[in-house]
Every structure is written in structure tokens, then in C-alpha cells.
């Protein structure tokens, strides 16, 4: 694994985010993945999956910045600064986010397992 390899999945990712891309979110998060939103609320691939789905979540501006990558084994773990505005459910949400991620190498595709996030701003 390589940290350019990690590099192009943050990118892949943010922008299936960005653009609500259910099936590449799909592709890019394992079905066990656990993340810990910055309201301290643990969700899955599924309830993630469906806040893109429904139109819950819309995401207007997402900006990375500050990335760090340790790859360790078969993983790789990333933080970084995220600048997100949008809404979620009608709430409009603004502010700076910094979020670590873990990647897992499963033969030939790279997944999210698990991550957390809190609020800066």
C-alpha cells in the first residue's frame, strides 16, 4: 500500500460525498464500518448510505487540508481537516471538521473499516 494509493481514495471519496455517489460510496465503505459523527452518535455503512439516498444529506462545500498518513500493514489511517457546509435533514450545518479515517486493504479494493470526527469551528 502506498500513501498516493490512499491519497486518490480520499479523493474518490470526498467527491462521492460531495455528489451524493451512493455507489461509490458503496464501493469505498466496508459493510461493518462504524464512524462516530461529531455529535458523538455512531452510524453504519447503511444509515451513511441513506441520509445519500433519501436527499437527507447535501453536501455544498467539502475542502481538505492538513492531511496525515501512516500506513501500517494493510492499513492506513488518515487524519485530516475537513471545511464542510451543507445540510442534513433541512439543518444547515457550516464549519471545520477534523476526521480520522482507517483504511483496510482487502485484496484488490481499499475500504473504510471505521472513523471518527470533531468539530473545530
Not at 105 to 121: M, N, Y
Amino acid at each position: 500500500m502506498k500513501v498516493e494509493t490512499i491519497v486518490n481514495a480520499e479523493i474518490e471519496l470526498l467527491t462521492a460525498i460531495k455528489t451524493a455517489d451512493v455507489a461509490t460510496l458503496d464501493k469505498l465503505l466496508h459493510h461493518d464500518l462504524l464512524f462516530n459523527l461529531p455529535n458523538g452518535q455512531t452510524i453504519t455503512k447503511e444509515f451513511d448510505l441513506q441520509s445519500y439516498r433519501s436527499g437527507k444529506m447535501k453536501i455544498e462545500v467539502i475542502e481538505a487540508s492538513d492531511q496525515i498518513i501512516k500506513i501500517i500493514d494493510d492499513l492506513a489511517v488518515v487524519a485530516v481537516t475537513v471545511m464542510l457546509k451543507g445540510t442534513f435533514d433541512g439543518a444547515v450545518f457550516n464549519g471545520v471538521f477534523r476526521y480520522n479515517r482507517v483504511w483496510k486493504q482487502f485484496d484488490e479494493s481499499l475500504k473504510v473499516i471505521a472513523g471518527s470526527g470533531v468539530a473545530l469551528q
